[in-house]
């Protein structure tokens, strides 16, 4: 299953079955479509969109479907319209490359706008799109400190106390009798979080792989996957049961 | 002049120059009649297939009218135009070429003939490949896809402008596969260099030669004569045999365990002994065990396709030198090299298929005046009828060789995107030239459009990849290349065979600290996907040891000796043959007929009229099924004898009818010869009541809706979608400048496969897709053909209790997870733990 197979049922979903937890104090809520929302500043952070990934393959000459945006962008109006948030982050690799913004379609511009009116936006800047975007509503900046959290693309090595980031696409693979099943996932141990990559083109980097190492206290590592219409939260060390 | 009369083939007569008289006479030997008739037509400008069994000379009848073609020539005097090469000979193999090559050189130096002879493959170094062009040889060994390279060249011309003779050997195995669509296509724009190009064929014994001869001439408005047949029967007859054993022969299974005492004592009594296996899995198993009670310290080896290729060498050199006492081998060892003087062929596992078992019977003696030997092993007792039926089919000589089929799209787009590289293309010119290759002979126009169409731009419905289309049409019409580029992106991406994601295993050691040394022996590969299934500690069996799974770093795949006897088992999903049409029909008839059962041993005769007495034996044209509740189950069995694919197909589509039923299925599991269906309602008892119709349920219908359906969620239409997306260059498995990528493809092509379903349905690769899962994995082909044949012939058998005929599937049951809709039940299960954890 991925996120193209659960945007059309779940968004119709009026009662997701959500989340609650406690990052750095700070109250938030997991949603299985696979945004993050703060009740206490009406934030919603989403991660690594990837928007025109088909056509940055395509730019190579790889001529990948070219309906990842669209996909993509109805699973986060979707979700915008679940929580009517004041602020969106989008907390980069916004897009797959540097000239992502500048050739999008105008009618998925378009999309973006109608998302954005009334709400305040913010493109942080990923190691994709490190310039920024063109011609789009919000602002775009590397780095963002708000409401006790600090919200940045790569997740900092020296000290990840109340920090919200994206870049590794985490992902949890659960073993239950000779069965696995392997999902993206919320990734937190209660002082720092890690954003499942949003974008319907994305993979997946399992929480074992070396690249997660020193990121997490693994003695209190939570995993919260997104299941169909649910998370399902599984700690860390019970994952391969 | 020397003339030598053909012996039997009658008024062709042929003239041999006299190197090769003298040649034969010095050897003692006289030139076959089929070498000779053979000569005689392709001097008389006939396109010709040869068929003949091993140990024929094939080959020196495959080059005769090129190499009396070259003497006539004479050699080319310094100083002359650029002549480009003479003959073309293609094989499926690398290392048939470079043994050809041997065999070749051999008579032309002996004769002193000044032909120059030289190979093609992807080993040839880049500086004897720059030279070839320049200076081309007069033979010129290779591969399908080295032609595929050479034709995507723009001196492709110059190269082939004198082209004279294509000798395609092995050909029966080439054609039915992507390759040979692929060599199909080169061929067609070979006859364009040289109008006058003659191609003539090497091929085993096949179903229908027609297929071959129509294959080798250009089809299309107005075909061709089909190619010329010389068919060399006869060859002494092989002696074949069913092991006979005193154990008792397992009920299920595939590995024969049981049998291999009697292979050692058979191994010893023989000089070299090659034993045939069906899959990887089977072959890691049988070498384990065959060297556990190997006393006598034998020199056994292991041989397969996921072995390092310096191991293989090793064991092919071994062979060749008559060092070995036996090998364990699977089809990788299939075609026809030469192995040194090997007196015995066992077979293990059932052969699956009845040409197939003639093929490998054959690489056990290359001197076809002297009869093979081979032994059959059965794993179970479904498998003593079916080798019955292969056995019987070998003496009748009944062939089941699949047919040629129609050409894959997701290869014509690679190769209309190779012809644009070459030069620009004229649209009606290159459709012309393809549909003049028989696989391609009834693409429609509009398809073809389409498929340029998905080369240029990916060929969606939303057209925003114009400013970076691949090929372009221009102003006179024909189409070019964008830029070089893609033109390099096409040589790097050319190719027809897609490697699962493999990594490469490392045997490494565990220092006294207990962290892992680096740079041990490379033992080959294994499938990613496998891999994944494994944690640190889990033990597998590979290149004939129990490894211990370590981990993954970089692109390895890091292990090291376990020490253990009793590994967990790679559970390879290739290699599995299923069960050929022929002998499927073969082993109904026996079933049916008491006179034909009288061939089987005591066992198996004992536990069919057992059978007879519970319940009944099925006509050939029937379909029995039986019911019975076992356990707190009810069981439905169908033996449908249309191997496991169909099988399994067929499993996926009633379960979801019997779920609309409300027979609560739970699971099913496939064989080659039957399905079982288990659930919570007694299937019998609805039968009984008029609730559940069987005619009903395998109604044909069942392929349309049923069929979309399950689609949209099957693993293995992912699978081989994942197949054309790279074939057809929608997806590169690599790219410029990026060679040492880990994964082969770099980007998920089931998200992208999931993307298409949902926005594009109709799109072309999933129509690819589908056209090569109904003949590929899911055998819908067969199933259709098997859904019409028992209409009115389904007979029931509602039961108290499992049926001997049963036993064998049910034994099956709990070896394979049972596939649905069971994921998200599994993070239920691994949250509630959590819940129950934190006391709620």
Redesign the interface.
């Known amino acids: 299953m991925n996120r193209l197979g659960l945007s059309p049922r779940t968004m119709l979903t009026n009662t997701p079955a959500t989340e609650d937890i406690l990052v750095h104090g700070v109250a938030a809520v997991c949603d299985p479509l696979g945004g993050l929302y703060l009740p206490e500043t009406g934030m919603l952070v989403v991660s690594d969109l990837h928007l025109e990934k088909g056509a940055a393959f395509a730019r190579r000459g790889m001529m990948l479907p070219p309906y990842d945006t669209i996909a993509t962008l109805n699973i986060l109006a979707a979700v915008i319209a679940r929580y009517d948030p004041k602020i969106v982050v989008s907390l980069g690799d916004n897009f797959h490359d540097r000239r992502g913004s500048e050739f999008l379609p105008a009618d998925l511009r378009a999309m973006i706008l109608d998302m954005a009116r009334g709400r305040d936006w913010i493109w942080i800047n990923g190691n994709h799109d490190p310039d920024g975007t063109t011609d789009l509503p919000g602002i775009s900046i590397d780095e963002l400190v708000y409401g006790g959290l600090v919200f940045r693309h790569e997740p900092s090595l020296i000290s990840g106390k109340g920090e919200v980031a994206g870049h590794l696409h985490p992902s949890a693979t659960v073993r239950r009798r000779e069965k696995y099943v392997r999902r993206p996932c919320f990734a937190t141990d209660g002082h720092r979080l890690l954003m499942p990559a949003f974008g319907v083109l994305t993979g997946g980097l399992d929480l074992n792989h070396k690249a997660m190492q020193g990121i997490f206290d693994r003695q209190a590592l939570v995993a919260h996957l997104l299941g169909r219409d649910r998370i399902y939260s599984v700690r860390y060390g019970n994952l391969l049961a | 002049m020397d003339r030598i009369e053909p012996k039997s083939s009658g008024n062709q007569a042929v003239t041999l120059p006299r190197p090769f008289v003298k040649w034969f006479a010095e050897k003692g030997w006289s030139p076959r009649a089929h070498q000779l008739e053979l000569l005689a037509r392709a001097q008389g400008g006939e396109n010709m297939l040869l068929i003949a069994p091993t140990g024929a000379g094939k080959t020196l009848a495959g080059f005769l009218p090129s190499l009396t073609d070259l003497v006539a020539r004479g050699k080319i005097p310094p100083g002359s135009a650029f002549t480009g090469i003479h003959t073309l000979y293609i094989s499926p193999l690398k290392a048939l070429t470079v043994d050809i090559e041997r065999n070749l050189m051999k008579p032309v130096t002996e004769m002193g003939l000044a032909v120059s002879v030289e190979n093609r493959t992807g080993d040839t170094p880049q500086a004897k490949r720059q030279r070839q062009k320049l200076n081309p040889p007069d033979i010129l060994l290779t591969t399908p896809e080295q032609v595929a390279l050479l034709l995507a060249n723009k001196e492709a011309e110059r190269f082939f402008k004198d082209l004279k003779y294509v000798v395609l050997d092995e050909l029966h195995s080439l054609v039915t596969s992507k390759r040979g669509h692929l060599l199909s296509l080169g061929l067609a724009r070979l006859r364009k260099h040289a109008p006058d190009m003659q191609t003539i064929g090497l091929s085993a014994t096949v179903a229908d030669p027609m297929d071959l001869q129509r294959w080798l001439v250009p089809q299309g408005e107005t075909p061709a004569p089909p190619a010329g047949l010389v068919h060399v029967t006869g060859g002494a007859a092989p002696d074949i045999t069913i092991l006979g054993t005193d154990s008792r022969i397992p009920w299920s299974g595939h590995v024969s365990t049981y049998a291999i005492p009697e292979v050692y004592e058979e191994i010893k009594r023989h000089k070299t002994t090659l034993i045939f296996v069906n899959t990887r899995f089977q072959a890691e198993l049988l070498f384990q065990t065959l060297w556990t009670i190997n006393e006598d310290n034998l020199p056994i080896a292991l041989h397969h396709g996921s072995l390092d290729a310096g191991q293989r060498r090793k064991v092919e050199a071994a062979m060749a030198d008559n060092k070995l006492r036996a090998v364990v081998a699977t089809s990788t060892l299939d075609m026809g090299i030469d192995w040194g003087d090997i007196d015995l062929v066992v077979h293990v596992g059932a052969p699956k298929g009845a040409s197939r078992l003639a093929q490998r019977i054959g690489r056990a003696n290359h001197r076809m005046d002297e009869p093979s030997k081979a032994i059959l092993v059965p794993a179970n007792r479904f498998e003593v009828m079916e080798c019955q039926a292969a056995l019987d089919a070998n003496y009748h000589g009944a062939q089941d060789t699949p047919p040629v089929g129609e050409g894959a799209l997701d290869v014509l787009a690679q190769h209309v995107l190779g012809m644009a590289c070459a030069e620009p293309f004229d649209p009606v010119a290159l459709y012309d030239e393809i549909t003049s290759a028989s696989p391609y002979a009834t693409l429609t126009w509009e398809m073809y459009e389409r498929i340029v169409d998905?080369v240029a731009?990916?060929?969606?419905a939303?057209r925003?990849?114009e400013r970076?289309a691949?090929i372009r049409k221009m102003e006179d019409g024909r189409w070019r290349v964008s830029n070089p580029?893609?033109a390099q992106?096409y040589r790097m991406n050319l190719g027809t065979i897609v490697e699962a994601a493999e990594l490469n295993v490392r045997l490494v050691k565990r220092n006294a600290k207990g962290t892992l040394g680096r740079g041990g022996m490379s033992l080959g590969k294994v499938e990613e996907y496998f891999l994944?299934?494994l944690?640190q500690g889990d033990t597998f069996l590979f290149a004939g040891k129990v490894l211990r799974f370590e981990g993954i770093r970089e692109n390895e795949c890091l292990v090291s000796n376990a020490f253990s006897l009793d590994p967990k088992i790679p559970a390879y999903a290739g290699g599995k043959f299923p069960l050929t049409t022929y002998l499927a029909d073969q082993v109904r008839a026996m079933l049916a007929d008491p006179d034909r059962r009288t061939a089987l041993p005591d066992q198996v005769r004992d536990w069919l009229s057992i059978q007879l007495e519970r319940s009944m034996l099925p006509r050939q044209d029937e379909l029995l099924i039986e019911t019975f509740p076992r356990g707190k189950r009810f069981f439905l069995i169908a033996y449908c004898f249309e191997g496991r694919l169909a099988h399994q197909t067929l499993g996926m589509l009633l379960t979801r009818r019997l779920e609309r039923a409300g027979a609560r299925p739970l699971g099913f599991v496939a064989t080659d010869y039957s399905l079982a269906i288990w659930g919570l309602n007694d299937l019998g008892a609805m039968i009984a009541d008029g609730s559940l119709s069987l005619s009903d349920l395998f109604d044909e219908d069942m392929l349309g809706d049923d069929l979309e359906a399950w689609l949209d969620e099957s693993y293995m239409l992912k699978r081989t979608f994942r197949n054309c997306a790279v074939i057809s260059g929608?997806?590169?498995r690599r790219?410029p400048g990026k060679e040492k990528t880990g994964r082969q493809v770099t980007?998920?092509t089931?998200?992208?496969y999931?993307?298409?379903r949902?926005?594009?349905p109709d799109?072309v690769l999933l129509e690819a897709t589908r056209r090569d899962a109904a003949s590929g994995l899911l055998d819908i082909g067969r199933l259709g053909d098997m859904l019409g044949r028992i209409k009115g012939h389904i007979t029931h058998r509602d039961l108290d209790r499992v049926s001997p005929l049963a036993v064998p599937i049910m034994l099956e049951i709990g070896k394979e997870?049972v596939p649905g809709e069971?994921?998200?039940a599994?993070?239920?299960?691994?949250?509630d733990?959590?819940i129950a954890?934190a006391g709620l």
């Open positions: 998905f731009t990916g060929g969606y939303l925003s990849y970076y691949k580029q893609i992106q994944e299934q944690v929608l997806i590169e790219h980007v998920s089931d998200l992208i999931d993307v298409l949902t926005h594009e799109h997870s069971a994921q998200d599994v993070l239920q299960e691994a949250a733990e959590l954890e």
